[in-house]
């Protein structure tokens, strides 16, 4: 891997800039609850692709519609320290190339070299980097690292999307809404649901990642599974054969329910032992009213099915599937009201820290999901076509599971699962088992 270059890139405007004073938007109740990390994600084109120049051109147009990631985060006047500033300081643009062609390292295993393929998330102020990396078979990789404080899988789609249509020389649309002060408490606020120990807690264990770190990550490894589409209908039916009602289990809801099964048994957690899933819940389609999709923030709060390692196991698939199902449907729209009233009435004055947790490298005996099953991560077009490999970096979080669509574009979806070493043979052996 050779770097070619570095640089900061700003937007650019069309028309009347924006005023010279850097303003600032303050971070909402859902923005502060997420992770305060970088995530990465990798895309792969195969030739014709567009010169750099195009793709840094219209990143800049793209940049002066969503004004938040060329920003910084920071404190306001008040001493608030959950702000964006709006002040136009840029993004990280990095040109890279190597020396080989990508049939070279393809398949992209989810491994360590995945992340040579975008900039360090260590240490970074900008809120947006972007990496372009060419191969000598005209093929480029674009890795993509976005602050999660910033905006949520939806929102960085979206603008993914926008910025491939900048780059063809299109018209942004949709246009993203970014008003942040639409989620004001209740007069009087309602606090229907527990959201201690949920989205917040009193305290945090303090752990020393840095002394274990090594040791914990070393043992990890992420393993990539294919799910057919046949294998798909199968692990539906099977579900909905016993569950007792007309209803049909989703998708997303058999196939979670099978991998919550299949990774307990691999762990070979004792019979007593708990096990809870953390499920990310889209809030735009929830709260009443409607918040739009081209909601420019975060947006999500997330369900917590448990249950005991024997149960799961000894049930059947529809047990697991109907215990995800109905923990997901309680994340509606009195949760989301409940929420917002408990984080602006009741956080800071108990002094609550956010339970999402980007620092901890084993879930064990837990696990998390990360659906991106319905992001247009595909629609990412930057002129030459949409990508044929979309995945995320490595992320070797034991038990943090990413689902994406596979890029056979036939309904067939790809899980990345970090798990321990000592564990993988186990489930490489059920994954696939419909038993």
């Known amino acids: 891997m050779k770097q070619e270059s570095s640089r900061v890139v700003k937007p650019i405007y069309e028309g009347t800039p924006p005023p010279s004073t850097p303003s600032y938007i303050p971070l909402s109740v859902f923005d502060k609850v997420t992770y305060d990390d970088h995530m990465a994600v990798i895309y792969a084109y195969r030739p014709p692709t567009p010169p750099n120049a195009a793709l840094e051109l219209g990143l800049r147009k793209a940049l002066a519609v969503y004004r938040e990631w060329a920003g910084r985060l920071g404190k306001n006047d008040d001493g608030d320290p959950a702000v964006i500033f709006l002040n136009d300081k840029g993004v990280r643009f990095v040109e890279a190339s190597v020396d080989c062609t990508l049939d070279r390292v393809m398949p992209l295993k989810p491994s360590t070299s995945l992340l040579a393929l975008h900039p ?23 890795g993509f690292t976005a ?40 007069d009087p606020p309602r606090f229907e649901f527990q959201h201690r120990g949920a989205e917040f807690m009193t305290n945090k264990i303090k752990k020393d990642y840095a002394s274990v770190d090594n040791i914990i990550r070393g043992d990890i490894v992420v393993h990539k599974v294919h799910f057919s589409s046949e294998f798909l209908t199968k692990l539906k039916a099977k579900a909905s054969a016993k569950n007792g009602t007309t209803k049909s289990y989703s998708t997303f809801e058999t196939l979670v329910a099978h991998l919550w099964r299949a990774v307990t048994k691999a762990r070979s957690l004792g019979g007593f032992e708990t ?5 990310s819940v889209n809030g735009r389609t929830r709260l009443n009213p409607r918040v739009p999709m081209e909601y420019f923030g975060n947006l999500v709060l997330w369900a917590f099915p448990s249950a005991t390692a024997k ?14 199902h109905d923990a997901v449907s309680k994340v509606n729209n009195n949760y989301f009201k409940s929420f917002i009233d408990f984080a602006n009435c009741k956080a800071e004055e108990e002094a609550l820290i956010p339970t999402a947790d980007a620092n901890k490298s084993i879930l064990f005996p837990n696990l998390e999901v990360h659906s991106w099953l319905r992001f247009p991560f595909y629609d ?21 599971m990413f689902l994406l669509p596979s890029f056979f574009g036939d309904g067939s979806i790809d899980a990345f699962i970090p798990l321990f070493q000592e564990n993988l043979a186990s489930f490489k052996q059920i994954c696939y088992s419909l038993d």
């Open 311 to 324: 149960d799961l196991i000894h049930e059947p698939l529809s047990y697991a599937a109907k215990l995800i």
């Open 380 to 400: 990412v077009n930057f002129g030459g076509g949409c990508p044929y490999i979309f995945m995320p970096s490595y992320f070797p979080i034991e038990g943090c």
């Open 120 to 142: 360090s998330m260590k240490g970074v102020v900008e809120l947006l980097q972007v990496q372009i990396t060419r191969f000598t078979c005209g093929s480029m990789v674009v």
């Open 275 to 279: 096990t809870t899933l953390r499920i």
């Open 147 to 186: 602050n999660h404080l910033v905006a949520d899988g939806q929102a960085t789609s979206n603008f993914l999307v926008a910025w491939g249509q900048a780059c063809r020389g299109l018209e942004i649309d949709p246009i993203p809404f970014h008003d942040r002060d639409i989620f004001s408490p209740r």
